[in-house]
Structure formats: structure tokens, C-alpha cells
């Protein structure tokens, strides 16, 4: 009944049901991973915490429960208590992809991205593909400088996920650095059209535009930055008068 509750939208209905249901039988341990996974759409988590936890102390040897602990301390953000119920649930089940990949992303989280790298690795061994590890490991190489193992995470998940908006920008951007080619163009276009909502990537693709002397493209990039943000209008202003002198100038000179 609980579970229909929530079904129809019905969310205070539905989670009072449900505990009424673990009042009822608080030895059924479903009942408590039955309310912590509806809780992780976003309600009710704290008390979600509370039950879980008050399950496994009288119930140590539960092999669930501390796993789906660790997901509801993590969607809290509650970080530590995150990884501490990962590793305790780990201990049972150590080639649980989701659980290792709590504990990496409690990791990142906390700012450990040694510890988090290692993490990562390790679910990298169960999942190749696995889209969240290769991002972070993506952005750890990247702050460790090594900007190789950065872009090879980078094309890895692209391989698997190939309009990742925030993966195409990023490996755009590394490549921006560095050359100016098609491939470049191509990733930075990409990455544009998978969100053209996002103005980093659209100044991105306009200062790549003014490298390859394409005018004509980054100035309508520019003209769209200034109609949507007042706070780049100044800096795209200076832009569209800058590259349409060098335009005219061009045009004369030939």
C-alpha cells in the first residue's frame, strides 16, 4: 500500500505507510531496504538512515543494508559515515560495483583524490566502462597535470557515452590547448551542440573560432553570449568589434 501511495504521487502518505509497516514487523529487513530505496529518489532520507542503521545494530550479519546506508549517507552528503557503511558493507560483498563506486565517489567528494584514484581503479577492474569512474579519474589526472592519462579517460567514455557534454567540453578544452586541428573543431562543436546552454563550452568553440580565423562563426558565438548573459555582453561586445575590424581588414586586403 505504501509502495502505491508513492506511485500516485501520494509521498507523505506513502512513507508513513511504510513505517507503519516496519512497526508493524521490525524484524523484516525488505521492509527497511524497501524504504531506504524509495527514500534515495529524494524524501525521507534522514529517517531512512535512522531505520538502517537501527537495523544493522541488532541485525550485524545483514549483507544489504549497509550498502544502501552508504547510498542514503552519501545523498546527504554525509560523506564519512559514506565511506565508513561502504567499507563495512564491502567486508561482505567486495565485488559490489555499487558500493565501491559510494566509496570512491565519497572520496572525491571529501577532497581524497589519491585515495579516490585508487577507488576508481578498483571499480574500473569489475566495470571498464564504467562512465563515473572514468570522468573523476578524467578530472584527477587533469589536476595532477597529466593531462595524457586525462584525455584517455576522456575518449574511453566518449567511446561508451558520445554526447557527455561535460566530458566532451573538458576533453575540448585539453585539446584546445595544445592544437587547433579538425579533431579539435569537431569535439569542441560537439560538445556545443550536446549544450548550448552552457557558455563556457559556447566562448570555448568562439576563441577556437578566432584561432582557425573562421570570424564569421565566432562573431554569431559571440552575438548569442551577449544577448543571453548581460555579465559577458562588455566582454562579447569587444569581441564582435575586434574580429569584425580584423574581418573588414581581411576583406580589403585581398
Known amino acids: 500500500m505504501g509502495g502505491v501511495y508513492l506511485r500516485l504521487g501520494k509521498i507523505e502518505q506513502g512513507f508513513e505507510t511504510l513505517k507503519k509497516a516496519i512497526r508493524l514487523n521490525p524484524h523484516n529487513g ?3 531496504e524497501n524504504f531506504g530505496r524509495l527514500s534515495l529518489q529524494g ?3 534522514e529517517d531512512a538512515a535512522k531505520y538502517l542503521e537501527d537495523y544493522i545494530s541488532r541485525f550485524p550479519d545483514t ?3 549497509p550498502g544502501l546506508l552508504a547510498e542514503v549517507y552519501f545523498k546527504l552528503r554525509r560523506f564519512e559515515q559514506a565511506k565508513h ?3 563495512r558493507a564491502l567486508d561482505r560483498q567486495p565485488d559490489n560495483l555499487l558500493v ?3 566509496k570512491a565517489n565519497a572520496e572525491f567528494s571529501m577532497g581524497r583524490p589519491l585515495e579516490a584514484e585508487e577507488s576508481y581503479e578498483i571499480v574500473r577492474q569489475l566495470d571498464s566502462d564504467n562512465v563515473d569512474s572514468l570522468m573523476n579519474l578524467a578530472l584527477i589526472a587533469e589536476h595532477k597535470g597529466d593531462t595524457q592519462s586525462a584525455e584517455r579517460c576522456y575518449r574511453q567514455l566518449l567511446n ?4 557527455h557534454a ?3 567540453k573538458r576533453y575540448g578544452a585539453l585539446l584546445a590547448n595544445k592544437r587547433t586541428d579538425a579533431d579539435t573543431l569537431r569535439v569542441l562543436q560537439t560538445a556545443y551542440l550536446a549544450n548550448q546552454e552552457d557558455l563556457e563550452c559556447l566562448l570555448l568553440l568562439g576563441n577556437l573560432y578566432e584561432k582557425k580565423e573562421m570570424w564569421a562563426e565566432a562573431i554569431e558565438l559571440y552575438e548569442q553570449a551577449q544577448r543571453r548573459n548581460a555579465k559577458l555582453a562588455k566582454l562579447a561586445s569587444e569581441k564582435i568589434r575586434r574580429l569584425r575590424g580584423m574581418s573588414s581588414t581581411a576583406v580589403s586586403i585581398s
Do not use: D, E, G
Open 63 to 65: 549483507s544489504r543494508c
Open 85 to 87: 557503511w561502504a567499507i
Open 43 to 45: 524524501c525521507y532520507l
Open 160 to 163: 561508451c557515452v558520445p554526447l
Open 166 to 168: 561535460v566530458a566532451l
Open 30 to 32: 525488505v521492509f527497511y
Open 100 to 102: 565501491r563506486l559510494v
